[in-house]
């Protein structure tokens, strides 16, 4: 499975951006998929994630309120819309997909993107 993110850029803080993730695979549905950052220095974050048919998310504490994780399983695709965003949410952004069907969040993950880098000034 490859994964192919996009939607980064720069904003001012209290902006907001969309990332969007694109897989390329027929059983997209079967994937549980995630988002992830990580800052220079700081260990890798898991930020959301969505269970394969959307019906469950999980949300870092220090995005809730703020983030949204969704996908739409006919264009492969997972979205996270970044509002309210602060300094601190600047980072390289990665996608993450484990193919499981379980709805626990507690998920292994074997397949990564590129990463999308958001920077956010103040």
């Known amino acids: 499975v490859q994964l192919q993110a996009s939607g980064g850029g720069g904003v001012q803080a209290g902006g907001s951006l969309r990332l969007s993730c694109v897989a390329s695979?027929?059983?997209?549905?079967?994937?549980?998929m995630a988002w992830f950052r990580q800052a220079p220095g700081k260990a890798r974050e898991r930020v959301a994630d969505?269970?394969?048919?959307?019906?469950?998310?999980y949300y870092a504490d220090s995005v809730k309120g703020r983030f949204t994780v969704s996908r739409d399983n006919a264009k492969n695709t997972v979205y996270l819309q970044m509002n309210s965003l602060k300094p601190e949410d600047s980072a390289l952004y990665y996608c993450a997909a484990a193919r499981t069907l379980s709805e626990d969040h507690l998920y292994e993950y074997h397949y990564w993107g590129q990463g999308t880098l958001v920077t956010v000034s103040s």
């Open positions: 695979t027929r059983r997209f549905s079967m994937y549980a």
């Open positions: 969505i269970t394969f048919n959307g019906g469950s998310t």
